[in-house]
């Protein structure tokens, strides 16, 4: 059994040699081998070439509106025209009705807001009330867009009647400050923004006194605490 095997595979090996059948199994190895590294190399080339596009794109400046968020927002510096104090109390009262803690008032954040305010809106007032200030359009209110209301109030921008107008009014919160632009001529806008520039300053002194001022009392308190202690030992 043993030497009709061999001669056999002698046989074969002659047949191929001399061309007279056909290697199949070396070929369909080797096709196996083809298919299993082309999508390899198909989804390199695939890869490669979605990032040379991307890169492409930041180059001409296409994919800049993606890295937009990345932008640190300061409603101090973006919004002069209103004190740390005001700007305090707009961000008190958007975190109060902030219900769900996400940092944005959705539409029943907002109908909640307006009800609780005295001033109920239809459903439609309400997606007015967020479109005429949203402007990332995410049909809800950041606390930026949140401000802009009370800019716009301030600028007389806002029908008493609005929506907007109604909920400037009735959130308590004085935005009656006049800013730069009113100002008649160029030398009262420089005074003006003079005075706000100090005024801005004067607060953070103010808000750090508080501060020293608060660390001293409770250095006082322990130190009074020590003492009694010390005497009953």
Known sequence: MATDELSSKLSRRLLIE???EDPVAVDVLGQQNMS?????????????????????ELNEGVGEQCQ????????????KEFSRNQIKDM????KTYDA????????????LMMEKLGAPQTHIGLKNMIKEVDEDLDNKLSFREFLLIFRKAAAGELAEDSGL???????????STEGVKGAKTFFEAKVQAINESNRFEAEIRQEQED???????QKQRRTAFKELRSAFK
């Open 91 to 94: 961000e008190r009262l958007f």
């Open 68 to 79: 937009r968020s990345l932008k640190v927002f300061n409603p101090y510096t973006e919004f």
């Open 100 to 111: 769900g803690k996400d940092n944005y008032i959705d539409l029943m954040e907002l109908k």
């Open 18 to 20: 001399e061309g007279a």
């Open 36 to 56: 299993e590294e082309k999508p390899s190399t198909v989804s390199a080339d695939s890869e490669l070439g979605a990032k040379l596009v991307r890169r492409g």
């Open 165 to 175: 107008g109604v909920l400037a009014r009735l959130s308590e919160i004085d935005v």
């Open 211 to 217: 501060k020293k001022k608060h660390v001293e009392e």
